[in-house]
């Protein structure tokens, strides 16, 4: 498992009612090149479908996957992103082009001890390295790697006030 953390000057709602925000996504996510919602599946789980634009030797790899969110003891919250294979070819969801599986990618948000507005954020990622071997991977999570970048545009996004959530996301209250 890799992780990456860093302070956001939000609660955890706010921050994972933006991170869930499908229409807002690419304009703060630079590690993805395209990103959709393809339906819910309930209330708390949506089927996504993202495409990644990472640099070597991971590269561009798009994946549908399940995300949920829940809330958590303490007013912390988890969304995790986890893979599911290509739907079958009577599925309405159809995309040739996945070719890809990513284990377990997953966004904690807790309130900071020293300020309940901040929240402490935690972006973890269990990969499928495929034919990579685990260091490969490394360089992503290096303080200047894409994965903390991609907390750094969110906390900026965030501060930015630029998208004000819709809705709270199910028993989330900002």
């Known amino acids: 498992m890799f992780r990456a953390q860093m302070p956001i000057a939000a609660t955890p709602a ?3 009612a933006l991170w869930c925000n499908d229409e807002a996504r690419l304009d703060w996510d630079s590690s993805l090149k395209d990103y959709r919602a393809l339906g819910s599946v309930d209330e708390d789980v949506d089927l996504v479908w993202m495409e990644w634009a990472l640099p070597w030797p991971v590269g561009s790899r798009d994946f549908v996957a399940l995300r949920s969110h829940e809330p958590l003891e303490g007013g912390a919250c988890m969304c995790t992103i986890v893979s599911v294979n290509v739907p079958a070819k ?3 969801i159809s995309f040739s082009a996945v070719r890809a599986q990513l284990a377990m990618y997953g966004l904690h948000l ?3 001890v020293d300020d309940p507005t901040t929240s402490v954020a935690t972006l973890m990622c269990v990969p499928d390295l495929g034919e990579h071997p685990p260091q490969a991977i490394v360089p992503l999570f290096r303080p200047d790697g894409a994965l903390p970048g991609v907390l750094t545009s969110l ?3 965030v501060d930015s006030g630029t998208v004000v959530p819709r809705t709270t996301l199910s028993a989330m209250t900002p």
Do not use: I
Request: hydrophobic share 40%.
């Open 14 to 16: 706010k921050v994972l």
């Open 110 to 112: 807790a309130p900071s």
């Open 90 to 92: 009577d599925s309405k």
């Open 155 to 157: 906390a900026q996004f």
